[in-house]
């Protein structure tokens, strides 16, 4: 057996992040980590909440069998049915670190696990690059730095506006007042005239607009000849994805506010998604983003794993993509680690292995992640140990 004996929670600040993760050890030794994926926005201290409530439910579990306990809490915890960002992110957290503990134990990369390597490297986009510019010029230029280090894919939120402490402010109440709405169509066109036609671009709307604004915003992005356009509504707005399903050439891509296979489920039947976008560390785990993916697979529609936590979901994410068919490139934030405050939690972070836009699926036991177990101490904030025999 590989019983759990310990159950550790880490509640990190990280420049703009929040990551919280848990670290599972087994009374062998081995030890297995995985992450809450609300590293943004607010949440983090619900979620390590929800961990240390989940913890005497894992200690003393068999780590061999990840879905067993999977369901365990699942059906057994009331509020994980039908539940949310929180709960779904505490057992995604779990999640992890089980299948990360099984695979060291038998000395595979998690992948092999599930039967599949559709790839061996995985091309990533950058992501939060303009996030310090509230003009058209300005914000549309900082696309440079990126292109220069190699990407040819970036994501952005032409909608949003830069908020001092916080990541980003985005649309209220439904509405742009005129300026911001001209500013956000100028910047889609300037950035577009920037980085020229051959760079890949996706704008994500954070379902911020009410209908008319939505409907003239994207007859301007069908000009630009995007890769995708993310959560053009509400993440609860699965009739309004059914009524705009085929208006426009451009992809949609939505999911990274849904969890476990229900959710998507709903979601894929609308007919209105073109890219499912499940997030490793809150759609319910790895094993169900792989599901995910093969029901994705079904719809005929395409997979991009969601991820804005810290580097261990990266390394999460690019297990659970070269185990699925269809997928698409990653998300990453190559500049957050710039932050005074940031703080690298894994001694192997692949965020820093990118060249020319891709990165290698690693080869190493686990979700191949060396926890930099010194730099995430100071923030232990729960410790649930086996009582002794």
Same mark, same amino acid.
């Given at each position: 057996?590989?019983?759990?004996?310990?159950?550790?929670?880490?509640?990190?600040?990280?420049?703009?992040?929040?990551?919280?993760?848990?670290?599972?050890?087994?009374?062998?030794?081995?030890?297995?980590?995985?992450?809450?994926?609300?590293?943004?926005?607010?949440?983090?201290?619900?979620?390590?909440?929800?961990?240390?409530?989940?913890?005497?439910?894992?200690?003393?579990?068999?780590?061999?069998?990840?879905?067993?306990?999977?369901?365990?809490?699942?059906?057994?915890?009331?509020?994980?049915?039908?539940?949310?960002?929180?709960?779904?992110?505490?057992?995604?957290?779990?999640?992890?670190?089980?299948?990360?503990?099984?695979?060291?134990?038998?000395?595979?990369?998690?992948?092999?696990?599930?039967?599949?390597?559709?790839?061996?490297?995985?091309?990533?986009?950058?992501?939060?690059?303009?996030?310090?510019?509230?003009?058209?010029?300005?914000?549309?230029?900082?696309?440079?730095?990126?292109?220069?280090?190699?990407?040819?894919?970036?994501?952005?939120?032409?909608?949003?506006?830069?908020?001092?402490?916080?990541?980003?402010?985005?649309?209220?109440?439904?509405?742009?007042?005129?300026?911001?709405?001209?500013?956000?169509?100028?910047?889609?066109?300037?950035?577009?005239?920037?980085?020229?036609?051959?760079?890949?671009?996706?704008?994500?709307?954070?379902?911020?607009?009410?209908?008319?604004?939505?409907?003239?915003?994207?007859?301007?992005?069908?000009?630009?000849?995007?890769?995708?356009?993310?959560?053009?509504?509400?993440?609860? +707005?699965?009739?309004?994805?059914?009524?705009?399903? #085929? *208006?426009?050439?451009? %992809?949609? &891509?939505? !999911?990274?506010?849904?969890?476990?296979?229900?959710?998507?489920?709903?979601?894929?039947?609308?007919?209105?998604?073109?890219?499912?976008?499940?997030?490793?560390?809150?759609?319910?785990?790895?094993?169900?983003?792989?599901?995910?993916?093969?029901?994705?697979?079904?719809?005929?529609?395409?997979?991009?794993?969601?991820?804005?936590?810290?580097?261990?979901?990266?390394?999460?994410?690019?297990?659970?993509?070269?185990?699925?068919?269809?997928?698409?490139?990653?998300?990453?934030?190559?500049?957050?680690?710039?932050?005074?405050?940031?703080?690298?939690?894994?001694? +192997?972070?692949?965020?820093?292995?990118?060249?020319? #836009? *891709?990165?290698?699926? %690693?080869? &190493?036991? !686990?979700?191949?992640?060396?926890?930099?177990?010194?730099?995430?101490?100071?923030?232990?904030?729960?410790?649930?140990?086996?009582?002794?025999?």
């Amino acid at each position: 057996m590989l019983t759990i004996s310990n159950v550790r929670v880490f509640n990190i600040r990280s420049g703009p992040q929040r990551p919280v993760i848990v670290e599972l050890s087994t009374r062998d030794g081995i030890v297995g980590y995985g992450e809450a994926a609300v590293a943004y926005g607010i949440g983090a201290d619900a979620a390590a909440g929800m961990l240390a409530d989940m913890a005497p439910s894992i200690v003393g579990v068999d780590a061999r069998y990840p879905r067993n306990v999977w369901h365990e809490i699942y059906d057994n915890s009331f509020w994980t049915k039908g539940g949310g960002a929180v709960v779904f992110a505490a057992l995604s957290a779990i999640d992890l670190a089980l299948w990360d503990i099984k695979a060291k134990a038998l000395g595979v990369p998690v992948h092999e696990l599930f039967g599949a390597r559709f790839t061996s490297t995985i091309e990533v986009y950058a992501n939060g690059w303009s996030t310090r510019h509230d003009d058209v010029v300005g914000w549309a230029s900082s696309a440079e730095r990126p292109i220069s280090e190699g990407y040819r894919m970036l994501k952005c939120y032409p909608l949003a506006s830069y908020e001092k402490g916080r990541t980003l402010r985005h649309v209220q109440r439904r509405q742009l007042d005129d300026g911001a709405f001209k500013r956000a169509v100028d910047r889609v066109r300037t950035l577009r005239k920037v980085v020229g036609p051959d760079i890949g671009l996706m704008f994500d709307l954070s379902g911020g607009l009410n209908n008319d604004q939505l409907l003239r915003f994207m007859d301007v992005c069908a000009e630009l000849d995007l890769i995708w356009v993310e959560e053009p509504l509400d993440a609860f +707005n699965f009739q309004g994805l059914r009524h705009l399903a #085929g *208006r426009w050439s451009i %992809p949609i &891509a939505a !999911g990274e506010r849904i969890y476990t296979r229900g959710g998507f489920r709903n979601l894929l039947e609308t007919g209105g998604v073109d890219i499912a976008m499940p997030d490793v560390g809150n759609c319910g785990g790895i094993f169900e983003f792989v599901q995910i993916a093969a029901m994705a697979e079904a719809h005929n529609v395409r997979v991009s794993a969601h991820n804005c936590a810290s580097s261990l979901c990266t390394a999460a994410s690019i297990q659970a993509i070269a185990a699925s068919a269809m997928a698409m490139p990653l998300e990453t934030y190559p500049y957050y680690s710039e932050a005074n405050d940031y703080v690298q939690v894994l001694k +192997n972070p692949p965020d820093k292995t990118v060249v020319d #836009g *891709r990165l290698a699926v %690693p080869t &190493a036991p !686990g979700l191949g992640a060396d926890v930099d177990v010194d730099a995430i101490a100071p923030f232990r904030c729960f410790d649930y140990r086996e009582a002794a025999a």
